[in-house]
């Protein structure tokens, strides 16, 4: 096993800042079929309440590689009779009857207020919506990584959703003067801001995942990981994150405020 030094690692964090969004590079390409024109964001959908006394469910960014964990552990937790995922893009679902609570809906995440009825009667949300600034441009970066996130943020608390579970990085930073770890602290900053009954900030290092298109340091960075990282130290699985979130969900021991770093995502899905 190659012996990788604390610096090593984090310029490799660094590098994966530079062109992984909050999906860290592992998108839907290969999962999803196009039904809307728009940016390169996943949405979520909102229902009319819970039934027979379980949880509604709401997910952003159920078409990328952590958000379509994030749906897989939903729809296998007994704890939630619905999951709604709105977005610019359906998803192709798995043939299999759990899937029958997942609903879907096509939004405009450039006037997401259209669609403000759909965000209603959710009891948990998660956010795993993000784009890449090499798939995007820096603009498109931060409007789908900044402003998409924080407007639907907006949505939820407005029409009464306790608990948000916002899925960011390892190294976020208002004040960084690189674009990647500042965009993610400015948006965890203004989240928190809108005083969410709970919220859970999750910061995972590099995200272990599969797809089809692959750029050449990132291939680079997560070969390097899989090598050398069997601990999870500076690397996690999109479902390992996945798995940690919704058990955070159920949670009741819970702060109204929980910032979840690389280490305690790990350990919680460990443990769960």
């Not at 090593?8 to 660094?14: P, S, Y």
């Not at 006394?53 to 749906?71: F, H």
């Not at 299999?96 to 809906?105: A, N």
Request: with cysteine.
């Amino acid at each position: 096993m190659v012996r990788v030094s604390a610096w090593a690692c984090v310029f490799l964090i660094i590098i994966n800042n530079s062109f992984c969004a909050t999906e860290h590079s592992c998108s839907e390409e290969k999962k999803s079929t196009m039904v809307a024109a728009g940016d390169d964001a996943e949405g979520c959908k909102a229902s009319d309440g819970p039934k027979s006394g379980k949880k509604v469910a709401l997910v952003l960014g159920a078409t990328g590689e952590t958000g379509k964990e994030v749906l897989k552990h939903l729809v296998n937790s007994p704890e939630f009779s619905q999951i709604v995922s709105v977005g610019r893009r359906k998803l192709e679902l798995p043939n299999d009857s759990l899937y029958d609570k997942v609903e879907q809906k096509v939004v405009d995440f450039d006037n997401l207020d259209e669609h403000e009825s759909e965000f209603k009667g959710i009891d948990q949300a998660f956010c795993c919506l993000g784009t890449t600034r090499a798939k995007s441009g820096a603009e498109g970066f931060v409007k789908v990584d900044h402003d998409y996130v924080l407007h639907a943020a907006k949505i939820l608390k407005k029409n009464n959703c306790p608990d948000f579970h916002l899925l960011t990085s390892k190294g976020s930073n208002a004040n960084s003067w690189l674009l990647y770890p500042s965009t993610k602290g400015k948006v965890e900053n203004e989240v928190t801001a809108l005083g969410f009954n709970h919220l859970s900030i999750y910061r995972p290092g590099l995200l272990l995942c599969d797809r089809d298109h692959r750029r050449f340091f990132e291939n680079l960075l997560q070969s390097i990981a899989r090598y050398t990282d069997g601990s999870s130290w500076w690397s996690v699985t999109t479902d390992v994150v996945a798995r940690a979130m919704v058990v955070s969900s159920l949670t009741s021991d819970k702060n109204s405020v929980d910032f979840v770093e690389h280490d305690e995502i790990v350990k919680i899905a460990q443990n769960q």
